[in-house]
């Protein structure tokens, strides 16, 4: 059997097309089925007078926006010096994040972890284990902090599904 190389993107237009015919992957929450999902990414960018300073720490804020819910099915980070020039390799790059949810309160660990723990590239996304449901209007909190002598510009993307009509 010929093994077929590591999967790069999640196939959202066949994803959506089986779940319409009532075909569900296993980590499909099943509280959504039947809902309309249209693909869609939240983000939030740490640049310009935003940027993340040399060895300092910086907020966030995404709001799920009004009118669906958001599923999160994966997550990629950019990560540049300050002038956008130069791309800071997977694995190289010295940041932490904490995740929190206003929804509740909830952190989504129990410290800040390592980026490349939470977010892949462009190129092989940051698959998580199971899809994070954000109900309309909750606000993603997010926290970096820079351990580096180095001031970067950091985009942080969170892919999946607007589910309309779920969480209102």
Same mark, same amino acid.
């Given at each position: 059997?010929?093994?077929?190389?590591?999967?790069?993107?999640?196939?959202?237009?066949?994803? #959506?097309?089986?779940?319409?015919? !009532?075909?569900?992957?296993?980590? %499909?929450?099943?509280?959504?089925?039947?809902?309309? /999902?249209? !693909?869609?990414? /939240?983000?939030?960018?740490?640049?310009?007078?935003?940027? /993340?300073?040399?060895? &300092?720490?910086?907020?966030? #804020?995404?709001?799920?926006?009004?009118? !669906?819910?958001?599923?999160?099915?994966?997550?990629?980070?950019?990560?540049?010096? =300050?002038?956008? &020039?130069?791309?800071?390799?997977?694995?190289?790059?010295?940041?932490?994040? !904490?995740?929190? =949810? &206003?929804?509740?309160?909830?952190?989504?660990?129990?410290?800040?972890?390592?980026?490349?723990?939470?977010?892949? &590239?462009?190129?092989?996304?940051?698959?998580?284990?199971?899809?994070?449901? /954000?109900?309309?209007?909750?606000?993603? =909190?997010?926290?970096?902090?820079?351990?580096?002598?180095?001031?970067?510009?950091?985009?942080?993307? %969170?892919?999946?599904?607007?589910? %309309?009509?779920?969480?209102?």
């Amino acid at each position: 059997m010929a093994s077929r190389g590591p999967i790069t993107r999640l196939p959202q237009g066949q994803i #959506a097309a089986s779940m319409a015919g !009532a075909r569900f992957p296993w980590w %499909f929450p099943l509280e959504i089925a039947n809902r309309q /999902l249209d !693909a869609f990414t /939240l983000n939030i960018d740490f640049s310009g007078a935003t940027a /993340l300073g040399a060895s &300092t720490t910086a907020n966030g #804020a995404i709001t799920v926006p009004g009118d !669906a819910a958001h599923m999160i099915l994966s997550t990629t980070a950019v990560v540049t010096n =300050t002038d956008d &020039t130069t791309f800071v390799a997977f694995g190289s790059r010295p940041i932490t994040v !904490a995740l929190r =949810t &206003t929804g509740g309160g909830r952190d989504l660990s129990t410290s800040a972890v390592h980026i490349d723990n939470w977010f892949g &590239t462009a190129q092989q996304p940051k698959y998580w284990d199971s899809p994070k449901i /954000l109900s309309p209007n909750e606000t993603l =909190t997010v926290l970096l902090s820079n351990l580096s002598a180095t001031a970067r510009h950091v985009r942080l993307a %969170f892919h999946g599904f607007k589910v %309309f009509g779920f969480g209102r």
